[in-house]
Nanobody
Framework: QVQLVESGGGFVQPGGSLRPSCAAS????????MGWYRQAPGKQRELVAG???????NYADSVKGRFSISRDNAKNTVYLQMNSLKPEDTAVYYC????????WGQGTQVTVSS
C-alpha cells in the first residue's frame, strides 16, 4: 500500500507563486509516472502536469510557461512550481502516482484571488 501526503497549497494573489509537494510512502518498489491534476468547482478533473521516471514531462496548455513539475526519486516526492498564478488556477490540486497501480492524494486547495 502507498500513502500520498500533499502540502504547499494555499491562498495567493494573482501573479504570485506556490510550490505544492506530494510525498509517497509505504511499500514502493519503483514509481513510474507522477503527476498533478486539478478540479475547480463545477468542472471536471483535468491533468495539469506529469513527469515520467526518466524525467520527460508534459503540461496542460493553460499552464505551459508558468508551471514546472519536478521529482526527487530519492524522496519519492513530486513538486509543482506554480508561477504567475491566475484566478482561473483556483482549484483543488491532486497528485497522482503510478507504481503497482494508480494512487491519488487527498488534494490541496489552491486559491488565487485579490
Amino acid at each position: 500500500q502507498v500513502q500520498l501526503v500533499e502540502s504547499g497549497g494555499g491562498f495567493v494573489q494573482p501573479g504570485g507563486s506556490l510550490r505544492p509537494s506530494c510525498a509517497a510512502s509505504g511499500t514502493i518498489f519503483s514509481i513510474n509516472y507522477m503527476g498533478w491534476y486539478r478540479q475547480a468547482p463545477g468542472k471536471q478533473r483535468e491533468l495539469v502536469a506529469g513527469i515520467s521516471s526518466g524525467g520527460w514531462s508534459n503540461y496542460a496548455d493553460s499552464v505551459k510557461g508558468r508551471f514546472s513539475i519536478s521529482r526527487d526519486n530519492a524522496k519519492n516526492t513530486v513538486y509543482l512550481q506554480m508561477n504567475s498564478l491566475k484566478p482561473e488556477d483556483t482549484a483543488v490540486y491532486y497528485c497522482v502516482v503510478n507504481t503497482d497501480r494508480v494512487y491519488w492524494g487527498q488534494g490541496t486547495q489552491v486559491t488565487v484571488s485579490s
